[in-house]
């Protein structure tokens, strides 16, 4: 067999095969405990980033400041680690400069 052969019958059952491995989850993030975040998984990742364009919407702000990015996660995760089981919207509401 050649290898476009063999390339063309794997890449279907590739592809079907991560596609049923993914599984979708809906998570509340209202309810998303600072120790959940601190995990740091790829859900981690991907919380953060919620988070962030959820407060950015709010205050309008289209644009994103990479540098301003990381502070602004370093200061919730630094407050995370005194609160691990508050979640991570109350912790961020106390920080100082929220609105």
Known sequence: MTKA???ACCVPFMLGVSA????QVSVDMAELTCEQLMQGNANSIEAAIWLSGYYNGQSKNTKVDVS???KNAERVI???K???KATVMQTISKLP???
């Open 68 to 70: 301003q990015f990381q």
């Open 20 to 23: 049923t491995a993914q599984v």
């Open 97 to 99: 400069g929220a609105k």
């Open 5 to 7: 052969i063999v390339l």
């Open 78 to 80: 630094a407050a995370c």
């Open 82 to 84: 005194d609160t691990p």
